[in-house]
């Protein structure tokens, strides 16, 4: 895929508010826990961030996928990944099926202000005992006539204890597995609407997470996005949304990470030379290197083939590939950064630390790399 002086551009913008409204708190924002959503999705969507795919009717840049390309990888540079993963779920994980999918009326009232930054939404999906297997979810939401009546749990909600309104996968009829289940905006004032208590992670801090409670919710059925009883399938849909936003944000930044590695080990002396003058060094940042700039160039085809109109399956099949791969390759970059950082790199203090725990969460959310290979296995046709 080719960018253009646009494109550059806009990537430069995106890296200046990152530098001057992100990297700067990124310390605080850790130590507490959370940060300030309200404060800074406005700012990103001065610059058009918050909605680039999405109809300029409702603020939107009506833009195609390219430009989601360079905002995620900008994004992925931040100094937290809590912040970035925050981002990523008002931009490709609460939204997009509102936007595919929703009525006029419903965009008109939630998307129009998610894209300005004036409410920010959560993607409500994983419960206790339904995390990879979104088939298995229990919480339910019971017609009563022009009302939905919505009660159970969700957990592991980004954006769970700021969220003005939630994209709510439940299930709506008595069929089971995938389906007779909806999607449905949930405005958390609601009574019997509660954050039953915030989560403490390994890493993306910054980014709180929240377990939460659904008790008699009443919710008109005009909340409904899309089809009745289409929920999983349009879910599932916009899980590529989801993993692809996740690879370019994962691939940006491990080339940032390698690169301050590199620079360390050209100034850390050991044994009379300096770590850069060790062969094995060497051969192992190339090595990763190399690997990284495979995966670039992998999410770069990705991209192209949502902007040409690939169908479903091979978007699928692109995203899990992609997002199976990052998710492990992280794993190694933050692994090998931090070694030849040696002790100063699993200080907190030092970058390294916070990229460790940031990263592993990739092979875990928006779909465990077993369901990845799972998904990979059904699509390739292998299986008995």
């Known amino acids: 895929m080719e960018l253009t002086p646009e494109h550059e551009q806009f990537r430069q913008t995106i890296r200046e508010v ?26 990103l969507a001065a610059v058009g961030a918050l909605g680039l795919e999405y ?12 430009w989601t390309l360079v905002m995620g990888e900008e994004v ?8 970035a993963m925050a981002i990523s779920v008002q931009t490709d994980m609460a939204t997009p099926s509102l936007a595919r999918f929703g009525s006029a009326e419903l965009k008109e009232r939630f998307l129009r202000p998610a894209i300005a930054g004036e409410m920010v939404a959560a993607i409500a999906v994983t419960e206790p005992d339904a995390g990879s297997d979104v088939a298995s979810l229990r919480t339910r939401a019971v017609r009563d006539g022009d009302e939905w009546v919505i009660n159970g749990t969700k957990l592991y909600i980004t954006n769970g204890t700021q969220a003005d309104w939630l994209c709510l996968l439940a299930r709506t009829s008595d069929e089971g597995g995938a389906h007779g289940m909806s999607q449905i905006v949930v405005p958390t004032g609601l009574d019997g609407f509660s954050v039953s208590r915030k ?6 801090r910054a980014s709180d997470t929240a377990e939460l409670s659904f008790v008699d919710v009443r919710v008109p059925v005009e909340h409904t996005i899309g089809t009745i009883g289409q929920g999983f399938q349009q879910q599932m849909t916009q899980f590529q949304n989801e993993r692809l936003i996740a690879n370019y944000m994962s691939t940006a930044g491990m080339r940032q990470a390698i690169e301050r590695t590199v620079a360390y080990v050209k100034e850390r ?14 051969y192992k940042l190339a090595e990763l290197v190399a ?4 995966l670039h160039h992998y999410n770069r085809a990705c991209a192209a083939a949502v902007v040409r109109g690939a169908d479903a399956f091979e978007i699928a099949r692109m995203a899990s590939i992609g997002k199976l791969k990052a998710g492990r390759l992280n794993r190694e970059v933050a692994d090998i950064c ?6 100063i790199g699993y200080m907190e203090e030092t970058w390294t630390a916070r990229f460790f725990r940031d990263t592993r969460l990739l092979s875990i959310g928006g779909g465990a ?7 990979i296995a059904q699509l390739e046709g292998i299986r008995g």
């Open 291 to 294: 690997e990284v700039d495979l």
């Open 269 to 282: 002396r050991a044994f009379g030379k300096t770590l850069a003058d060790q062969q094995w060094i060497q």
């Open 18 to 43: 990152v530098e001057r409204e992100i990297d700067p708190y990124a310390d605080a924002w850790e130590e507490a826990g959370t940060f300030p959503a309200r404060e800074l999705f406005p700012k």
């Open 55 to 66: 109809e300029e009717a409702y603020g939107g840049g009506g833009a195609d996928h390219s």
């Open 76 to 83: 992925g540079r931040c100094a937290s990944g809590g912040v």
């Open 338 to 343: 931090m070694q030849f950082h040696g002790g």
């Open 369 to 375: 790399d077993e369901v990845m290979l799972r998904i």
């Open 199 to 204: 989560l403490d992670k390994l890493g993306q």
